[in-house]
């Protein structure tokens, strides 16, 4: 009967239009696939010369063998080349394999046990499995064994059990094929990580050695030429504590999965002369549109503090890891906000802090709070679920 099978890929889509991304797996896979190709042919062929003085039609059974160890070494060369691991040579392989099975009644007579490709079938449904994923593997191994029931004149158990086993194999196969690639994406993404963050160490000390002395120069220099000087002092202040922040952050970068950020290292990005950032030394992974409200929303409170308490008033951000959460906390020294204003400037019509804030990490399943009294400062507290799309408790 048939082989032991194929496989099955789990999820994923479909033909071989994922093949750039995976190219080198799946190049592998169906290269471990061709010597075993060529060890179930060898198989086939020792069984048939064996027992092939007992059949009805020996000659015409000959030929078929011929054209499986033909074929066996096309399809080898094919799916060698990534271009041509498309429909036609999936079907053809398909083809092949299930016109030898019809043959077997024709070719051994009335009661045969076993197929004439017998576990050659094992290749196509792990070809199908290997390109085109669990749909593929599975669709392959129906196919084998609708085509090896439909010539039998009994099913006997031991039929029931290849049919299982070419059925489970192909999943399993296909699981650990996915698997693969999805390690192999990891490793290279780590790769690349590693080889970004060596060179943005490299141009980290280039930037210390000169911009950032010739920035801290200005800043001490700028006062002795009067007004204007002190001004672009200031300036040059604001963004030497800008950069030396993206230089220290950059240096421990987190590699985070695809569409993933790091908030505690946006948040550091923030800091300035007069904004302190202070985050845990451990990453915080959000997805990245999550991440990215979330800064908007502080950049907003932020906003606000140059706009109502002064251009140079100062600001902290804090960055806390709740087991629930990660609460983001902007405090400044400012005069307050009254009470009820924020309630009045909503009726009026004024929506930018419940918009730009409140409404933000509402939209995240988070939370925004406000404590302010005349005199005593403002304190944002914005909480996100460290799992979005989940809303915390009250």
Same mark, same amino acid.
């Given at each position: 009967?048939?082989?032991?099978?194929?496989?099955?890929?789990?999820?994923?889509?479909?033909?071989?239009?994922?093949?750039?991304?995976?190219?080198?797996?799946?190049?592998?896979?169906?290269?471990?696939?061709?010597? @075993?190709?060529?060890?179930?042919?060898?198989? &086939?062929?020792?069984?048939?010369?064996?027992?092939?003085?007992?059949?009805?039609?020996?000659?015409?059974?000959?030929?078929?063998?011929?054209?499986?160890?033909?074929?066996?070494?096309?399809?080898?060369? $094919?799916?060698?080349?990534?271009?041509?691991?498309?429909?036609?040579?999936?079907?053809?392989?398909? *083809?092949?394999?299930?016109?030898?099975?019809?043959?077997?009644?024709?070719?051994?007579?009335?009661?045969?046990?076993?197929? /004439?490709?017998?576990?050659?079938?094992?290749?196509?449904?792990? *070809?199908?499995?290997?390109?085109?994923?669990?749909?593929?593997?599975?669709? &392959?191994? $129906?196919?084998?064994?609708?085509?090896?029931?439909?010539?039998?004149?009994?099913?006997?158990? $031991?039929?029931?059990?290849?049919?299982?086993?070419?059925?489970?194999?192909? &999943?399993?196969?296909?699981? @650990?094929?996915?698997?693969?690639?999805?390690?192999?994406?990891?490793?290279?993404?780590?790769?690349?990580?590693?080889?970004?963050?060596?060179?943005?160490?490299?141009?980290?000390?280039?930037?210390? %050695?000169?911009? /950032?002395?010739? @920035?801290?120069?200005?800043?001490?220099?700028?006062?002795?030429?009067?007004?204007?000087?002190?001004?672009?002092?200031?300036?040059?202040?604001?963004?030497?504590?800008?950069?030396?922040?993206?230089?220290?952050?950059?240096?421990?970068?987190?590699?985070?999965?695809?569409?993933?950020?790091?908030?505690?290292?946006?948040?550091?990005?923030?800091?300035?002369?007069?904004?302190?950032?202070?985050?845990?030394?451990?990453?915080?992974?959000?997805? *990245?549109?999550?991440?990215?409200?979330?800064?908007?929303?502080?950049?907003?409170?932020?906003?606000?503090?140059?706009?109502?308490?002064?251009?140079?008033?100062? $600001?902290?951000?804090?960055?806390?890891?709740?087991?629930?959460?990660?609460?983001?906390?902007?405090? %400044?020294?400012?005069?307050?906000?009254?009470?009820?204003?924020?309630?009045?400037?909503?009726?009026?019509?004024? @929506?930018?802090?419940?918009?730009?804030?409140?409404?933000?990490?509402?939209?995240?399943?988070?939370?925004?709070?406000?404590?302010?009294?005349?005199?005593?400062?403002?304190?944002?507290?914005?909480?996100?679920?460290?799992?979005?799309?989940?809303?915390?408790?009250?």
């Amino acid at each position: 009967m048939v082989g032991t099978p194929g496989v099955a890929r789990e999820g994923e889509p479909g033909p071989a239009a994922r093949a750039d991304e995976h190219g080198p797996v799946q190049a592998t896979l169906l290269r471990a696939l061709g010597v @075993l190709r060529f060890v179930v042919l060898a198989n &086939a062929l020792v069984l048939y010369a064996l027992r092939s003085g007992d059949y009805a039609h020996p000659r015409l059974g000959w030929v078929v063998v011929a054209v499986l160890a033909g074929w066996t070494v096309v399809a080898v060369w $094919a799916y060698g080349r990534r271009s041509w691991r498309r429909a036609p040579l999936l079907v053809a392989d398909l *083809a092949v394999g299930l016109g030898a099975i019809a043959l077997t009644p024709y070719v051994k007579g009335e009661g045969f046990s076993a197929t /004439l490709p017998g576990f050659w079938v094992m290749g196509v449904v792990l *070809a199908w499995a290997v390109v085109w994923r669990a749909p593929g593997g599975l669709a &392959a191994a $129906a196919a084998v064994s609708v085509t090896d029931v439909s010539i039998r004149d009994d099913f006997t158990q $031991a039929n029931y059990g290849n049919i299982f086993l070419l059925v489970l194999g192909g &999943a399993v196969v296909g699981f @650990l094929s996915i698997l693969l690639q999805q390690t192999a994406s990891q490793r290279d993404r780590a790769e690349r990580a590693a080889a970004a963050a060596g060179e943005r160490q490299r141009l980290a000390r280039v930037v210390h %050695d000169g911009v /950032l002395q010739v @920035l801290a120069l200005v800043q001490r220099r700028g006062p002795e030429l009067g007004p204007e000087g002190a001004e672009l002092g200031r300036l040059a202040g604001e963004q030497e504590v800008r950069l030396r922040g993206l230089v220290q952050t950059g240096s421990s970068e987190l590699v985070a999965p695809l569409g993933e950020r790091d908030l505690a290292r946006l948040l550091a990005e923030l800091q300035a002369a007069h904004v302190q950032v202070v985050v845990p030394g451990t990453p915080a992974v959000l997805p *990245a549109e999550t991440a990215g409200e979330v800064v908007s929303a502080v950049e907003s409170c932020l906003s606000n503090v140059r706009h109502h308490v002064g251009r140079d008033a100062p $600001a902290w951000v804090l960055l806390e890891e709740l087991p629930d959460a990660w609460v983001v906390t902007v405090r %400044d020294e400012g005069p307050g906000i009254p009470e009820g204003r924020l309630e009045e400037s909503a009726a009026q019509g004024r @929506l930018g802090v419940h918009q730009s804030v409140v409404g933000r990490l509402r939209d995240l399943g988070g939370e925004a709070t406000v404590r302010s009294a005349p005199g005593e400062g403002t304190e944002w507290e914005l909480r996100v679920p460290r799992h979005p799309g989940r809303r915390e408790p009250a």
